[in-house]
C-alpha cells in the first residue's frame, strides 16, 4: 500500500448504515468520527483497511465503520490483528478497544505486541472503567475509586500505559483526548503512517458509569505537549511527561523514534512479495519437496 | 516372515544416545531398511536416563515392537536396568573401560569393547559412541559403508570430524567382527527408497505441501519440533513464522491470519490447547478455518511432560463455551500425520470452521522410515468456497443462508464486499445480534446454519473399514496412534486362529456413526485405548450408540507394546471386561529419592 500518493476521500465513506449504538455522549462517538475523517484524509480505500477490536462498549467500533473488520475475544485484537498483518501485510490494521481490553485480560498482548513491533496502530478508548459490565474497576482506575466492585474504594494502584509503552520498546506512543477531535485526529494520521506499532490511547469518557473522570475533569487538566516544546524524539523526556497525572495531563505525542527499526513485516522473509493471502498457488513444487526429502535420506 | 531385530541405545540425556540412534536409523534406511523409533527420556537436559529403541525390519513396521535383542550400554546406569530384559540371542554392546556388566541372562552374548584403545587416547569421550555404533553395525551384518555414509552426510560441513568418526567406527567395526559372534538375525538389503523423518516433521512438511502460510507457536513438549521445522524452513517456503507470547496469542494470531485468507496453523500440547479453547470457539462462530494440532502427552496438566498418552479427546470435544460445528481428526500413523495435512487444510476451508488434531507424543517425537516416494505427492488443495476478486456481486453477505449451510467466503482486500466479522451472533450481513432487544429467527437461523455444515462432512472421509480377520464376531477398536500396535496384535492373534478384527478410527468428530454401527453392532466390542477413563469408549457410545463389551487400557506413560494388546485381548476372551495393562520390564522402574517430607530413618535433614 502507497499512502503517500492516495487522494483524500470523503469521511462519510468510513460511515456504515449501522449507526453506532452507545451510551448518549459517549467519548467514543468522537473517536469513531475521527478515525473515519483520519483515514479519509489519508485516502485509504475501504477494503484496504482491517479493524479489528476485542470486546467491551469501545470495541463495537468495527460495527460502525465501514470497512473489513473483526469483533474478536475480550483482551485478544493484538494477536488477531498480528494475524492479520501477517496474512496480508499489504493492509493498513487498526486495533483497537478499551483498558480493560487492552490493559487488562490482555496485557500480555499489548507488552508483547510492541516489543513485537508489527506495524498497525493501536487505539485504546481509555474511560478508566468497564462500562459494558456495568461500572467495575479498571487497571487504569485511580486509587481510591468507587465503584460497583470497589464499594470501599479502589484498593489497587493505577497502571500508566504511557510509561509501560515506553518501557515496552513502543516506537510511537501518543494520547489523546475525544473531547478535542481535531489534535485527535492529527495524532490519528501521524499513528497510521509510522512505520511501526503505533500506540495512541485516547480519554474517552464514559457517561454512565464513571462520575469521576468525566469530560469537564479532563477538559480542566489536558495540556497539548506540542504548546510546551515537548521533543518527541528524546525518549528520557518522554518518560518524565508519561508520569504526569493530576492537576496537569499532557496529550499529543510524547515519543516518536526518529529512527524506527524496521517492523517485524518489513523483515519478515515470507512478507517481502505480495500478501500471503493473496497467493493462488498453493503447495510445495516438486523441486521443495525432493529438496525437502533429500534431508531425510 | 520378517526378519527383524530391536535395538535398545540406553544413556543419560547429553551422553549422545540420540544422536547414536540417529546415526542407526540413517544407516538402516540406507540399506533399505524399515525403522520405527521411539525414545523413552525424563524431562532433564542432562543426566537422568534415556532409552532409545529401534525396531529395524526388512518389512514394514507399524509400532516399537515387544523384544529388545540388542543393546548398546552407554554408560552403567543402562546396564543395570536393561540387561535383564535380554532373552538369549540377544548382544549387548559397552564400553568396557568403564562399564561393568553383571551377570548376563543366559544366551545373551556381552560384547564390551576396549574403548580407550580403540578410539585412542585422545579422543573425547562422545566417541565411545561410535566405536560401540561401529560394533553393532558390524554384528547386524551391514556394509561399513552404509555407516561411513551417513557421517559423510550429517557431517558434510566439517571433513575432519568425518574422519574422526569413521576411524573410530571402523576400530569398532573390525573389532567386533573378529572377536564376537554376529546377531542371530541377518537383515537384508532392500531396494526401497526410504525417508527416516520424525512424526512433528511430517506434520509441518505436510502442513507446509498442504500450503499453510502462517504458523504460530509458544514451545510445548512434544509439539516443539513442528515450531522447530517451521522455523528453519520458512524462509525457504515462504510461510510466516511467529513464537507467540503465550497459547491464547497463538491461536488468535492464527485465527486473524485464516480469516485474511491464507491456510493458517498452529500446534501445542493439552496444557497450551487449554489456553487456546476459547479462540476455538471464535474460528467457530466466525467460520474461520484454521488448523490447530494438540500433540497429547501425559495429563493432566503437567502431567508427564515427556510420556504417552491418548487423554485429551473430551478436551478436544468439549474445548470452547456452546456449539458449534468443528472437526477432530486423529493421524493413525507417522504416515498418516502427512495425509491427515492434507486432509484437515481441505476441510477447515471447504467447511470455514476449526480442525483440531490429535497427534500424540508417540508419533510426533517417534520417528520412522517412510517411502520417499509417498512424501514426494502434490496434495489436493480444495480451497471451498472462496472468493479472492470482485466478482461484481453488490448484496455480498458474509453469513448467507445456504441449503449447504456453506456461505461463499472473500478474503478481505476485495472491493465491494465489505464485512466485519463478529464473535457476537450475527446475521447474515454479519451485523450482530447481541445489541438488540432478542432475535430469536436470526439466532436460530445462523446456528442452523452452521451446523448444517456438518452434514457434508462424513463423506469427504476415507470410509471405514475392518482389518484383520474382518468375519469374526469380535473388533478390537482403537482411535488415532494405538493403530499401529493394535494391527499388529490382531495380526498375531489371527495367526494363533484366534478370530479378531480391528476397526481403527481417524476421524473422531463428526463421526461416521452409521458405518460404526454397520460394523459393530452385534459384535463383541473391545475398545484398545491410551487413557484411564475410557474416552474414546464414551465417545463411542455417545455418537454411535455402541457400549464396548469390554476395554484394555494402558496409562502409564509407556506405549502399548503388541504383546500387551495380544494379552489384554487373551484376559478378555477370557471373561474379563477391563484390563488395565502396564510396562514391567525392569528398564521401565526407577527408583525415586525420597523428596521433601519423606522421611528416611536414620537419616539427618
Redesign the interface.
Known sequence: MTTATLQPRDAKLYKPEVPPDWCPGCGDYGVLTVLQRAVGELGILNENLMVVSGIGCSSNLPGFFKSYGMHSLHGRSLPVATGCKMANHEMTVIACGGDGDGYGIGQGHFIHSMRRNVNMTYIVMDNEIYGLTTGQTSPTSEPGMKTKSTPFGNPEGQLNPMALALAAGCGFVARGFSGDINHLKSLYTQAIQYPGFALIDVFSPCVTFNKQNTFGWFKERVYKLEDKGHDPSNWTAAMERAKEWGAQIPIGVLYKNPNPRPSIDAEDPALQGAGLATIKKLGLTSEQRKKLIAEYL | MANEIIVGIGGAAGDGGASTGDNLAQTS??QGLHVYVYTSYQSLIRGGHSWIRLRISDTKVTNIGDQVSAMIALNQDSMDRHLQEMKAGAICIYNGDKVKPGKAPEGVQLCPLPVFELAGKDALPIMQNTVALGALVGLLGYDFQALSSVFEHTFKKKPQVVEANVTAAKAGFDFAVKTYKKHGTVLKKTDA?????HGN?ILA?GA????C??Y?AYPMSPATGILHWMAS??????????Q???E???A?????????????MCATSGGGFALMT??IG?AGI?ETPVVMINVMRGGPSTGLPTKQEQGDLNQAIGASQGDFPRIIIAPTSIADCYTVMEESFNLAEKYQCPVLVLSDLLMSEGHCTLE?SF?????K?D?GELI?EDDGDKNYYRYKDTPSGISPRV??????????????EHDEDG??IS?VYTDPITRKKMVDKRARKMEGVVKDYTPLKLEGDASSNTVVVTYGSTWGAASEAVERLNKEGVKVAHLSFKYLVPFQEKEAIALLKGKKVIVVEMNKAGQFARHLRAEAGITADANVRKYDGEPFEPKHIVEGIKEVLKGKNLVEVQSLEPGWRTPHPPGPGVLSTGSTH
Open positions: 534406511a540406507r527408497k526410504l525417508a527416516m523423518v516433521n512438511m507446509a505441501n498442504a500450503g502460510k502462517v504460530c524452513h520458512g524462509k525457504d517456503l515462504g510461510i510466516c513464522v511467529r507467540v507470547e503465550d491464547i496469542g497463538v488468535n494470531m492464527a485465527i486473524g491470519a485464516g480469516q485474511m485468507g491464507v491456510r493458517s476459547e479462540a471464535m466466525m520417499a512424501l514426494d505427492r502434490e496434495f488443495i480451497r479472492l478474503i478481505p482486500g476485495v472491493p465491494n464486499h465489505l464485512y466485519v466479522s463478529a464473535t457476537d451485523v450482530t445489541d
